[in-house]
């Protein structure tokens, strides 16, 4: 029981920081390259780690890296919190693989030369696949750590916000926010909403 308390401040605590670091992150980038906001419009946030862009590191470092890589952690803890069945394990992993991804940003910045636009399309359709996925498959057990009458819709709108907007852009090419945006502020800020709620006191059902 300990051990399970101890989980679940580390996924409280990591479920919180996800969130502040992205946005905090990502605002000094903007604040420090005023001019490569304009890129929002044709681009989207798998696609901001700029070579030769001045303080390159912030995204690469902090709004891709670290945050990918807090996303794993928070994915493990969620393995670890849930209920043993299919579809939460499942749920737990297709999280962990976006992360996964998130985190490689790091490593294939967008160059003139366009060598890294197929791996960063092919990982953005995966990270909305698996992230919609995720959501869909741990939101029914979900108050099972979480006291929220609203954590189950919240989890569930996050889904399917990633596959209509992933819908939207195929079918709509023009698209203002390009490959999504809203969808990735959706899973950013519904781990942070399930990471407040855990460091509040709550009892929860212990896992089957």
């Known amino acids: 029981m300990m051990n399970t308390i101890r989980i679940r401040k580390v996924v409280s605590i990591v479920g919180i920081l996800i969130p502040i670091i992205f946005v905090t992150s990502f605002a000094v980038f903007i604040a420090s390259n005023e001019a490569v906001f304009s890129f929002i419009?044709?681009?989207s946030f798998f696609a901001y780690n700029l070579e030769g862009v001045p303080n390159q590191f912030v995204i690469s470092y902090f709004t891709y890296f670290l945050v990918g890589a807090l996303i794993v952690v928070f994915a493990l803890g969620l393995f670890l919190l849930l209920p043993k069945s299919v579809t939460n394990k499942l749920g737990a992993i297709f999280f962990i693989l976006c992360g996964v991804l998130?985190?490689?940003?790091?490593f294939f910045p967008q160059k003139e030369n366009e060598d890294n636009t197929l791996y960063l399309l092919s990982s953005a359709i995966s990270i909305i696949i698996l992230g919609s996925l995720a959501q869909m498959l741990i939101c029914n057990d979900i108050h099972k750590l979480?006291?929220?009458s609203i954590a189950k819709y919240v989890l569930l709108i996050g889904g399917v916000l990633f596959?209509?907007?992933f819908a939207?852009?195929?079918?709509v090419p023009d698209f203002f926010i390009g490959i999504p945006v809203l969808?990735?502020?959706a899973i950013i800020f519904n781990i942070?909403?399930?990471?407040?709620h855990l460091s509040k006191d709550y009892d929860f059902i212990d896992r089957e």
Request: proline share 0%; with cysteine.
């Open 192 to 196: 942070g909403f399930i990471g407040f």
């Open 168 to 171: 939207i852009c195929i079918f």
């Open 41 to 43: 419009e044709f681009g």
């Open 146 to 148: 979480i006291v929220s």
């Open 102 to 106: 998130w985190s490689s940003y790091a």
């Open 183 to 185: 969808s990735v502020l």
């Open 163 to 165: 596959i209509f907007e």
